[in-house]
Antibody, heavy 118, light 109 residues
Framework: QVQLVESGGGVVQPGRSLRLSCAASGFNFDKFGMHWVRQAPGKGLEWVSFFSAEENSEFYADSVKGRFTISRDISKNTLYLEMTSLRTEDTAVYFCARDGPHWDVDCWGQGTLVTVSS | QSALTQPASVSGSPGQSITISCTGTSSDIVNYNYVSWYQHHPGKAPKLIIY???NRPSGVPSRFSGSKSGNTASLTISGLQAEDEADYYCSSKRSVTRFFGGGTKLTVL
């Protein structure tokens, strides 16, 4: 079955960098677009970034544009999110998710917690 | 700010029906039949429960249903069960990116 497992979260100081990983299994990873979605404490879901498999291109929310980079390694079936210049407002649980065929997000991981604090 | 507006909370008793609204604009819900709904139990992975306005993925109970009228989409849960207590989010096509509603906390009394 489809499985998405995030890792790489932790506590980091403002201004520093962190890289999240998402190991995918159970489907043809190279054929699907992939998202990162986050949830700050006490807040709702916020879409962060999308990697389009069709166009081999990346898209970002305005709040992270220029600071975060999404990428993937097809040989490792792994999605990444490189986060730089981190801010306290980036503190959140980060979910990796698969782009569905109906303009939806059809599979989600359990998330990894990123805490930006001095 | 979210492009899609949901009530912050709704509640209902077991066995009752509830409806959660999701109000968008002419840039999203009005123009596209790509409305999806997600159920999120805190600490767990969110789950897709409705796609393309009113379709249920395999395994989602039929008591979950969706609809759309004008710029408002709705999720109805009939025959409420205790395990339905969760946060619910709507989403709609708007551009190549994705947007979620602010989320609605469902309490089963």
């Amino acid at each position: 079955q489809v499985q998405l497992v995030e890792s790489g979260g932790g506590v980091v100081q403002p201004g520093r960098s962190l890289r999240l990983s998402c190991a995918a299994s159970g489907f043809n990873f190279d054929k699907f677009g992939m998202h990162w979605v986050r949830q700050a404490p006490g807040k709702g879901l916020e879409w962060v970034s999308f990697f389009s498999a069709e166009e081999n291109s990346e898209f970002y929310a305005d709040s992270v544009k220029g600071r975060f980079t999404i990428s993937r390694d097809i040989s490792k079936n792994t999605l990444y999110l490189e986060m730089t210049s981190l801010r306290t407002e980036d503190t959140a649980v980060y979910f990796c998710a698969r782009d569905g065929p109906h303009w939806d997000v059809d599979c989600w991981g359990q998330g990894t917690l990123v805490t930006v604090s001095s | 700010q979210s492009a899609l507006t949901q009530p912050a909370s709704v509640s209902g008793s077991p066995g009752q029906s509830i409806t959660i609204s999701c109000t968008g604009t002419s840039s999203d819900i009005v123009n596209y039949n790509y409305v999806s709904w997600y159920q999120h139990h805190p600490g767990k992975a969110p789950k897709l429960i409705i796609y393309e306005v009113n379709n249920r993925p395999s395994g989602v109970p039929s008591r979950f249903s969706g609809s759309k009228s004008g710029n408002t989409a709705s999720l109805t849960i009939s025959g409420l069960q205790a395990e339905d207590e969760a946060d619910y989010y709507c989403s709609s096509k708007r551009s190549v990116t994705r947007f979620f509603g602010g989320g609605t906390k469902l309490t089963v009394l």
